[in-house]
Every structure is written in structure tokens, then in C-alpha cells.
């Protein structure tokens, strides 16, 4: 079994030997003790854990196939919306350093290039514009 690839973690602070798992596919959450971690990345989980892991999402037999599925899914729900959205990051150059800031280290002078921005202008236009579809556009970028 191999972990998700949809799941966030984050320290616990109230219990220091402890993990919170978030799993972004599922909407399921569970504390389990680093032991845990340490136990899937070594292959020595126990079927019991293992179950209850894979039941709730935090587990699969396929990390492949799951992003497939996952892929199909985003893929059937644009088939049937009349209504895009895209997000355009512009950069990540940010001169701040917030504590809640979910960039982390990959923050720096990154920026979209022309060429990336004519690539994201034509695939607007292909996937919204032509087929009729409105289509809403966020540009994001690091703090000024």
C-alpha cells in the first residue's frame, strides 16, 4: 500500500509524537503517531492500521489509478459546466514571510514565462471561449 497522494500533514502541537493526516481526495482526517509514518514508509504497517488507513482514504494499492480517477473525475465535471475557472500564477516572489503562508520554501523569484502565458491564452480559448463556456480568470501572485 502507498500513501495518497491527496493527503496534507501537519505536527501536532498539543501531542509532538503525533501527526494530523488530511486527506484533500477523501475530506477525511485522523491522528496517528509518527510510529504510523514511519511503519507505512518502511512497509511494516499492520493490517489492522492498514485497513483503517486505506478505509478512510490515507492509503491506496494504486497511487497510478487513483490519479487517473481523480483526473477522469475534474474531467467529467468540465464536460458538464458551462462556467470555467482558472487560477494564472504569475510568481512567486514574495519579500514577506507570514507564518501562515502555505507557499513555504518555494517561494522565490519564479515567473511565468511569455511563452507559458501564450500557452495559457490559447488553452482558454480552446477549452472555454470556443465552445462557448465563460470563463473566470484569478491571477495570483507572490506579495508586492
Known amino acids: ?66 490519479r487517473r480517477e481523480m483526473l477522469d473525475a475534474l474531467a467529467e465535471i468540465n464536460r458538464h459546466g458551462d462556467k470555467g475557472h482558472v487560477m494564472a500564477v504569475m510568481n512567486l516572489d514574495c519579500n514577506l514571510a507570514c507564518r501562515y503562508c502555505f507557499e513555504g520554501n518555494r517561494k522565490g523569484e519564479y515567473y511565468m514565462s511569455p511563452e507559458t502565458a501564450d500557452l495559457l491564452v490559447d488553452f482558454v480559448a480552446e477549452n472555454y471561449l470556443q465552445s462557448g463556456k465563460n470563463v473566470n480568470i484569478d491571477f495570483y501572485c507572490g506579495e508586492p
Do not use: W
Open 1 to 66: 500500500m502507498h500513501l495518497s497522494r491527496y493527503i496534507k500533514t501537519y505536527p501536532c502541537r498539543e501531542n509532538p509524537s503525533s501527526l494530523l493526516l488530511f486527506s484533500t481526495r477523501r475530506l477525511s482526517k485522523i491522528l496517528v503517531p509518527c510510529s504510523v509514518m514511519k511503519a507505512i514508509e518502511a512497509g511494516t504497517l499492520s493490517p489492522r492500521d492498514e485497513q483503517t488507513l486505506s478505509r478512510l482514504g490515507f492509503l491506496v494499492s494504486d497511487p497510478d489509478a487513483e
